[in-house]
């Protein structure tokens, strides 16, 4: 066992004993899988095993996609006969920066991590990498930062497919913005969304940031648009479907629920639910179990020391990395049934709430 090793070990032990002996523990409101739960139950080390392991960090699962992420990252890790570990930071920067630091010190061989924000790992990540753990950048890009890897979508693509469905519907007139938290890295969504609006003769009107994703934050500035608008207003260009459900509250309340395009992304049950009744025009369905499971297999060949194999790479402001690109698919009201109904996505019953 090396000395990196027998560190984490020890620092796994000391901490399982001072739970044993302590007064007691403040909750912190986060969600965590680790060895000191392994430990605590009596489990074998997995590095003692030679066993591979994979930690991940997740910014929240507060969305229901990315429930959808953690439950198939687990399966993947499952089938593969690696441990997984993994600690939730509920939207909160520090504690995801204290959380990789925990995974570090356990000593675990690949760090994967979906961030709060996208400035705010350079050094906890570099932290890892230069203690030899390697780090893949799940799905979310950040900014100055090193990685190994990078598994997700084409944050570029997913924006034109967003705003697709206006060149579809061949829509005119004043269009709103509503993007998801600027801290989430998430220009080149925007950059895409709007190399299909400037081609169609319609006006920006407003264009927001919403705080966490927030669909209180959308119906805000929903209602603020609709009102500055006297209700004049064609689209509302949603980043996901919790902002989506924010545009739409406000649109219920002056009448025009169902008469104005709706965008989102993330495929929420919910979001199909209103797609099917007509008030919510479009969602992205991103395949969480083709997404997780080429995830924890990039993180198993790094741990291995294999070479990733991508036609795309990308590039953090650090080093340039592999890019291992997961397609996603626009859906409408025309195409619930074959893109999700028949492929056991979701039932008929589960979309029509009965």
Known sequence: M?????AALITVLAFSF?????????NSGTETKDKTESSETGETDSKDSGKITIGYSLKTVQEERWQRELDGCQKAADDLGVEFLYQVANGDAQTQVSQIENLITQGVDVI???????????????EAADDGIKVLVYDQQLENTYGDAFVGYSD?????????ILADKD????VVLLHGDKSSGIEKIIEGEKSILEDLDVEIVMEQYCTNWGAEAALGYAQ???AEQNNDITAFVCMNDGIASGAIQALEEVG???KVVVTGMDCELTAVQRISKGTQTSTLYKDSDALSRAAVETAVSLAKGEKITS???????VNEMPHVIVSSAIITKDNIQTELIDKGIYTEEEISGK
Not at 2 to 6: A, G, H, L, P
Not at 18 to 26: E, N, T
Not at 312 to 317: A, L, P, Q, S, V
């Open 2 to 6: 090396n000395k990196k090793r027998v």
């Open 18 to 26: 001072s739970a044993l002996v302590g007064c007691g523990a403040s």
């Open 112 to 126: 994967m991590v979906t961030a709060v924000d996208a400035g705010a790992l350079s050094n906890v990540l570099q």
């Open 156 to 164: 570029y693509s997913n924006g034109t497919l967003i705003a697709q």
């Open 171 to 174: 829509v005119s007139g004043k």
């Open 224 to 226: 603020n648009a609709l």
């Open 256 to 258: 025009m629920d169902g």
């Open 311 to 317: 036609d795309n790479t990308i590039d953090f402001g």
